[in-house]
Every structure is written in structure tokens, then in C-alpha cells.
């Protein structure tokens, strides 16, 4: 008799998924997918960036590091 119960339940959950089952739910996997890799792409782009502006900074610093001081100024007493 449970087993006839048993059958009876995994029955009803299955009812009850494809019930509440949305319409075209093939498409989803694959819109998420494209999302991963829209985001995955963005991401990517981003990183590349913020390199380029980290190596433009450095250079900036190396560039203003490497520049000669200005010689201060005699000082004439009268």
C-alpha cells in the first residue's frame, strides 16, 4: 500500500510542476547563457581598461620621477 502511495505523490509532483511550468522555459537556459556571456565580455572589457589606465598612471609617475629639479633660486643680499 505505500508504494501505491509513493507513486501517487511523485504523480502529484509532477502534476503540480508541469502546472506551474512557464510557457517556452526551453528559452530560458539559453537567454541566461547569453546573459553569462554578455557579462563575462563586459567584464573583460572593463579589466582591460582599468590595466590601460593603471599603465598610463605608472608612466605618468615614472615620467614626472624622472624629470630634473629646477635649480633654487641665489638668493641676493643687498
Not at 624622472?66 to 643680499?77: D, E, G, S, V, Y
Amino acid at each position: 500500500m505505500s508504494k501505491h502511495l509513493g507513486d501517487h505523490a511523485s504523480l502529484s509532483a509532477r502534476a503540480n510542476r508541469e502546472r506551474l511550468a512557464v510557457p517556452g522555459r526551453t528559452a530560458i537556459p539559453e537567454e541566461e547563457a547569453q546573459k553569462a556571456i554578455a557579462v563575462r565580455t563586459n567584464m573583460a572589457r572593463l579589466r582591460e581598461l582599468r590595466r590601460a589606465k593603471e599603465a598610463q598612471e605608472a608612466r605618468t609617475e615614472i615620467s614626472a620621477a624622472n624629470q630634473p629639479t629646477k635649480p633654487k633660486r641665489k638668493r641676493r643680499f643687498r
